[in-house]
C-alpha cells in the first residue's frame, strides 16, 4: 500500500484541527513512542496528535482518510505484540488524555468511560463504589481501550471472563471518520451483526473507540487467597483440571515456579511469604459470605492435600495479599530484568491440557539450550512463556526464537488452542495466526477488515 | 440478485450427495416448511433436503454456491421474525436430524453438540449430568442452532447473560462450502477478529453451524422463585430497578399482567396460583446454600412490600414451580390463541426504562385502539409486546401495524434501546434495523456479508 507523507501542509490542516500545543513532530515525540513494551518491532510516527474528544478523531480520520496517511492509535503502550507502533509512520494518536470516568449508574449497573482511563483507576473507582470491574490483568497502567481491544483477560477469567463479556456499548469513529454507536446500556442485543465483539479484540484496526459503557458486577464482601506449594509443575498443574471438576469455581487459578518467585522478589526488593518449593498454584476465592468461600476453598484445599500439594497458606490478611498479589503482578518485568532479551508466546489452551503444554515447554528448553521461564492462568488455560535471550548472539537468538515459536505454536494446535489468549497477534504474530487459521478464515479477515477501512489507513500492517 | 431455478438437473447432482429418501420436493415439502412461528412472510423452498452431517453441508454449498442456488437453514422453525423461510425458494437444509450430543468434557466444563439438539434436550442432559446450560429461552423446543444463530436470550440473562456467552466454539460450513472452526474449548482468545461472535446472531446469513462447543455451569444445589403481586404495572415495573440497585442478583425478573395469566391459564387449562391482581412480578434465586438464597431473596421480597407490593408468594415446591414456570413459558402461545393474528416487537432498552416503555404501550393501545399486551424479562430489559388484530379488517390491520410499530421503534431508540433483545432481525425487522443503525453501520454490516458470501447464496433478503 502507498502511504502519503505527512509534511508541512499536512501538518497545516491538521493544526486547524488540534490545538498547536497537542502536535509533536520529530525529536519531540520521544523515543517511547516508536515501541510497546516488549519492543520486539520499532517504528517512529510522523507526527503524534493528544486527542481530546471523539469529534477530534473524527475530524483527523476524515483528513487521513482522504490524504491515505496511515493512523495508529496509542493507550499506554504497555502491548506485547507491536499492536500499537506505527509501522508506517503517519499519524499516531495518543488517547490517554481521555481520561475521564463519564457516567455510574447504578440502576443499570453500568460505567461509561474514556479510552484514556487506566485499569488501576476504573477498579478503584469500581471498588470505591462498592462495585467490581472483574476484568484483572497483570498490567495495571494499561488503558482500558488497550484493554477492549486486546480482549485482555486476566486473573480472574475462570470465575468472571473476559473483558469481552464487560463491554456494553462502544463508541468509535471509523477510518472514514464516521462516529457509530454500538451496543449500549442493553443487557441483550439480536440486532443486526455484532459489530461491537468485532471490534473488541481488532486491536486498533477496525476503528478507533472514543467511548465503552462497561458493566460492573456488585463487590463481593469476602475475597481470600490460597498458596499452595507442590514438590514440582507437573503435580501443581495436575491438580487444576480437578479443582475445574470440583465445581468450587475459584476467581483465580494462577501457577507459578520458584525461579520466577525469586526474580520477583528481587525485582520488588521484597519477600514472597514462601519460596521454599519449586511450583506453586495461587488462587482466590470470593463471595457474600466467609462460610461459602470458607466451604469452597476448604474442598479445594483437601483435594490439593489429597494430590500432594506440600501445605496450604491462607492468604487472608490485607499485607499477605498485597505481597503474594504484588509479586504475581511483577512477574513480566521481573523476568525482563532476569534477561538481555525476551519474548513472549500467550497461547492458550484448553484447561486439561496446561500440564501438558508446559512439561513440552521445559522438555524444549532443555533440547534447545534457552530458558523458558512461565506463570500464567492456569485456571483458563492462558499460559505466558517467555523466551529469555541470555548471552545468547543476536543470530542464535533469532534462529532459537524462530524454532521455539514454531514448536510451540504447532504443540498448542495439537492441543487444540490457540495462538492469543490475551495479548493479540498485532504485527508480531501475524504468521502463527494465519497458519493456523487458514485461507478461508483469514480472507474473512481481510474482507471485515475492508469493509470498516477500505483505505487501509488505519493501523496497516497488523493482525491481518 | 438472479437465482438459478432447482430443476431436474440440479436434484439429479443433489441426489448424487444425499441419499434421495432424504431430498423432498413440491408438495412432499409440506406447508410448515413455508414459513416460520409467527407467518408474517410465506414461501415455500423448491427442495428440502434433510442433512445428517458437516461433510454433507459442504458439499451442497460447493454445488449451490457455483450454480448460484439459494440456500437457508431451518432447525424447528419457531422464529419470530421469517428468518428461515425460504424468500427466494432454492434449497432448504433442514437440520433437526443432526441432534446427537457428542460429548461432555468435565474438565473443561463443556459440552459439544450438533446444530439441531433441541434447547429441552440439551437442558436435561446438562442437569442429569449435575449442570446447567444457563441460557433459558421460553421456546424449549427451538434448537441450540437456532438460539446461536439468534443469539437467544431468555429467563435468566438476569444473572447468566445469554446465549454468546455460553458458546465456546462453532464448525461452521461457509457459503463457498469449506469448512471452519471457531474457537473451541478455550476460554480465552485474542486470536484474530472474532469470528465466532459475528457468527452469533447472523441468523444463518453468514454461515451454517454444524457443531457447537457450549459452556456449562456447575447445577446450584438451591432454586426459589417468588411470584410478587402489585396493584399496577407501573408499581411493578418500577421496582425492577431497585432491586437492581440493591445487588441481590436474582437469576430471572420476569413481569406479567393479569390478561396474559388468564389467558396462559385457559390456554393451559391449569390455575395459576393467584390471579387477583393487576400485575405481577416473577422471580428466581438460585445458589448453593439455602441460607444465602433466602438472603437474597428476603432483602427482596421486604423492598418490594416497601415499594407497595401487596403480597409474596414463595414458590419453592416442585408443583408450584411447575405451575409457575409453565405459565410463563405459554404466554406467547396464550397471546396467540387469544387473536385472530399477531405480530411481535421484541425490544430491549436500558433496565431501568422497562417501566417507562410499556406505560407508552399502554397509552398506544389505547389511542390507537388495539390490543397490545406485553410481558417479558423486566430484569433485563427485553420486552415481548403483542399487537393483535382481532376483529380488525385486513386493510385497518396492516395500517395500525405499521404506525404502532414505528412509534415503538422510536420511542425504544429515545431510550437508546435496540431493535431486538434476543428474536433478531430476519426479514421482518429490517427496515427498523436500518433506520436505527444508519448508513455506515449497514454498510459494514453488508461488507461482512459479502466476505462471508460473494454471491450472496445463504439466506438472502436477511439482517442486511
Known amino acids: ?32 513512542y516508536s515501541h510497546d513494551e516488549l519492543g520486539g518491532i520499532t517504528n517512529a510516527p510522523e507526527v503524534l496528535i493528544r486527542v481530546l474528544s471523539t469529534e477530534e478523531i473524527s475530524e483527523i480520520m476524515k483528513y487521513a482518510n482522504c490524504q491515505h496517511i496511515p ?88 470465575k468472571y471472563g473476559v473483558t469481552r463479556d464487560y463491554v456494553r456499548g462502544l463508541t468509535v469513529v471509523l477510518p472514514t471518520g464516521e462516529v457509530i454507536k454500538l ?25 478507533i473507540i472514543t467511548e465503552a459503557v462497561l458493566k ?16 514440582d509443575m507437573d503435580a501443581a498443574l495436575e491438580a487444576v483440571p480437578e479443582i475445574i471438576k470440583s465445581k468450587a469455581v475459584p476467581t483465580a487459578i494462577e501457577f507459578m515456579e520458584r525461579g520466577t518467585i525469586l526474580f520477583a522478589e528481587e525485582y520488588l526488593g521484597k519477600k514472597f511469604p514462601d519460596s521454599k518449593s519449586d511450583a506453586y498454584i495461587l488462587l482466590t476465592f470470593d463471595g457474600n459470605s466467609l462460610e461459602q468461600v470458607e466451604r469452597d476453598y476448604d474442598t479445594v484445599a483437601k483435594l490439593c492435600i489429597d494430590r500432594g500439594a506440600l501445605d496450604v497458606y491462607i492468604v487472608d490478611t490485607d499485607e499477605r ?25 500467550d497461547v492458550v489452551v ?48 533469532q534462529k532459537k526464537l524462530d524454532t521455539v515459536f514454531d514448536a510451540m ?35 474473512i479477515m481481510r474482507g471485515i477488515k475492508l469493509a470498516f477501512d477500505p483505505n487501509g489507513i488505519l493501523n496497516p500492517g497488523k493482525v491481518v
Open 1 to 32: 500500500m502507498d502511504y502519503h507523507k505527512v509534511t508541512e501542509q499536512e501538518l497545516r490542516r491538521l493544526r486547524e484541527i488540534i490545538p498547536e500545543d497537542r502536535i509533536l513532530t520529530g525529536e519531540e515525540i520521544g523515543e517511547d
Open 71 to 158: 493512523v495508529v492509535v496509542r493507550g499506554s503502550g504497555t502491548g506485547l505484540v507491536g499492536a500499537s507502533v506505527a509501522l508506517h509512520g503517519g499519524i499516531m494518536l495518543e488517547t490517554t488524555g481521555m481520561n475521564r470516568i463519564l457516567e455510574l449508574d447504578t440502576e443499570n449497573l453500568t460505567v461509561t468511560v474514556e479510552p484514556g482511563v487506566l485499569l488501576m483507576e476504573l477498579s478503584q473507582f469500581a471498588e470505591e463504589n462498592d462495585f467490581l470491574y472483574p476484568p484483572d490483568p497483570g498490567e495495571k497502567s494499561a488503558t482500558i481501550g488497550g484493554n477492549i481491544s486486546t480482549n485482555a483477560g486476566g486473573m480472574r477469567a475462570v
Open 183 to 207: 451496543g449500549g446500556k442493553v443487557v441483550k442485543n439480536s440486532s443486526g451483526y455484532s459489530l461491537k465483539d468485532l471490534m473488541i479484540g481488532s486491536e486498533g484496526t477496525l476503528g
Open 216 to 231: 460492573l458486577v456488585a463487590l463481593p464482601k469476602v475475597s481470600v487467597s490460597l498458596l499452595i506449594p507442590f514438590a
Open 321 to 345: 495479599k498485597q505481597s503474594v498479589w504484588s509479586a504475581r503482578g511483577a512477574f513480566l518485568e521481573a523476568i525482563k530484568a532476569s534477561t538481555t532479551a525476551m519474548d513472549e508466546c
Open 350 to 397: 484448553p484447561r486439561n491440557r496446561v500440564a501438558d503444554f508446559i512439561k513440552f515447554t521445559h522438555q524444549l528448553a532443555q533440547e534447545i539450550g534457552m530458558r523458558i521461564p512461565s506463570f500464567g492462568h492456569a485456571g483458563d488455560g492462558n499460559l505466558h512463556v517467555y523466551l529469555c535471550r541470555d548471552e545468547m548472539e543476536e543470530k542464535e537468538w
Open 409 to 443: 505454536y504447532r504443540k498448542a494446535e495439537e492441543y487444540h488452542g490457540l495462538v492469543s489468549g490475551e495479548h493479540g497477534i498485532g504485527f508480531a504474530k501475524r504468521r502463527y495466526l494465519s497458519r493456523q487459521y487458514g485461507e478461508a478464515q483469514m480472507r
